[in-house]
T-cell receptor, first 110, second 115 residues
Framework: GQQLNQSPQSMFIQEGEDVSMNCTSS?????WLWYKQDPGEGPVLLIA?????ELTSNGRLTAQFGITRKDSFLNISASIPSDVGIYFC??????????FGSGTKLNVKP | NAGVTQTPKFQVLKTGQSMTLQCAQD?????MSWYRQDPGMGLRLIHY???????DQGEVPNGYNVSRSTTEDFPLRLLSAAPSQTSVYFC??????????????FGPGTRLTVL
């Protein structure tokens, strides 16, 4: 089946630092989604990307749909303690084929 | 809108017991799915449904049954629970987007332990 490679697996950063994570695939996707999961909760949608090359922001978060349609990037600027959690990427092929990365666990030291 | 709701939030079963995890959505979404999340393994698709009366298997369907009699509800049944089914279960729903806008929304999860 489809495989998404998400990296890094985990990050330990200082409050105020910028963060970057990415997902790559050998397959083309029509949509890229980025989710955040807090401990004990379900994933919450942060950003959705629909066109190759698209760059979309949501507050301090910025995500890009790779031009090849095989990758996507998420950046978090000026991290704060509440950014702690697990970030998942998801690629969508057709309307009902969602493929998830294994997650990036973000730790922010105050 | 309540979004996607799941019950129960926590459940402990003994090996061999059966139970049903409930999932409901009030967004009139056609597509619903069940995932399990295990440490270090991300989300794995168990079963999904593209509409009432239509279901299909995902990546890890063995030991689980689903049915979709209404648009709103998509229960997941464990037929004979095994310790390997200890996991966190998430239900999700989405609506095939116009203009390619496909977004999937998750419930809060059910934490299942099988002893």
């Amino acid at each position: 089946g489809q495989q998404l490679n998400q990296s890094p697996q985990s990050m330990f950063i200082q409050e105020g630092e910028d963060v970057s994570m990415n997902c790559t695939s050998s397959s083309i996707f029509n949509t890229w989604l980025w989710y955040k999961q807090d401990p004990g909760e379900g994933p919450v949608l942060l950003i959705a990307l629909y066109k190759a090359g698209e760059l979309t922001s949501n507050g301090r978060l910025t995500a890009q749909f790779g031009i090849t349609r095989k990758d996507s990037f998420l950046n978090i600027s000026a991290s704060i303690p509440s950014d702690v959690g697990i970030y998942f990427c998801a690629g969508v092929y057709n309307f009902n084929k969602f493929y998830f990365g294994s997650g990036t666990k973000l730790n922010v030291k105050p | 809108n309540a979004g996607v709701t799941q019950t129960p939030k926590f459940q402990v079963l003994k090996t061999g017991q059966s139970m049903t995890l409930q999932c409901a959505q009030d967004m009139n979404h056609e597509y619903m799915s069940w995932y399990r999340q295990d440490p270090g393994m991300g989300l794995r698709l168990i079963h999904y449904s593209v509409g009432a009366g239509i279901t299909d298997q995902g990546e890890v369907p063995n030991g689980y049954n689903v049915s979709r009699s209404t648009t709103e509800d998509f229960p997941l049944r464990l037929l004979s629970a095994a310790p390997s089914q200890t996991s966190v279960y998430f239900c999700a729903s989405s609506k095939p987007g116009t203009g390619g806008r496909d977004e999937q929304f998750f419930g809060p999860g059910t934490r299942l332990t099988v002893l």
